[in-house]
């Protein structure tokens, strides 16, 4: 019997271990865990090289991912993004400033931020999930409205603008 797992495979054009070794640089407990090659066979289906990366498995933090080289026709968008818990500030700030390294003009409002490779990522401090949980609509209000404002997430600013 297999395990009930949900793997989410990213599709890179020909940057599938680049990226995978990029992500585990940056999170901790994290590893690549297998690499796959194209081989001759499917060649005139694949149209890879044998011998180049097909598929780059790795792990987030005990999360498994899968990188795929399947070729350019499919790109990254918003659509679907990965969503970091950050403890504090220093957390916050850490990911921004890794993910974000070389992603030329892909820093979004709320916290959003497309990486090198076009994954987006949502860099969020878990204070600001316990705000915007509030009960006080009035609170819940002015976190939002000072949320709107940012590109990157600032917990003092949220909290200051949650208590008024």
């Known amino acids: 019997m297999s395990l009930n797992k949900i793997t989410p495979c990213l599709w890179f ?5 680049e990226a995978a070794n990029f992500y585990t640089s940056i999170f901790k407990n994290s590893k690549v865990t297998k690499i796959q090659r194209y081989t001759e066979a499917g060649k005139e289906a694949h149209g890879q090289e044998p011998g180049s990366v097909l598929v780059t498995a790795f792990e987030l933090n005990g999360q498994p991912f899968v990188a795929l080289n399947g070729g350019p026709q ?4 918003e659509a ?3 969503q970091i818990d950050c ?3 220093e957390e916050v700030d850490y ?3 890794h993910l974000g390294k070389d992603a030329d003009g ?6 959003w931020l497309g990486d090198k490779f076009g994954v987006v990522w949502q860099v969020v401090p878990t204070a600001l999930k316990e705000m915007l949980g509030d009960s006080d609509v009035e609170r819940v209000k002015r976190v939002t409205v000072a949320m709107m404002a940012m590109k990157k997430l600032n917990i003092a600013e949220l909290r200051k603008a949650y208590e008024g």
Not at 13 to 17: D, P, T
Not at 74 to 77: D, G, P, T, V, Y
Not at 106 to 111: A, I, T
């Open 106 to 111: 892909s820093k979004q409002q709320c916290g």
């Open 87 to 89: 403890a504090n500030q």
């Open 95 to 97: 990911y921004w400033e």
């Open 80 to 82: 679907i993004s990965f």
């Open 74 to 77: 499919f790109k990254f968008n």
């Open 13 to 17: 054009n020909g940057q599938a271990e």
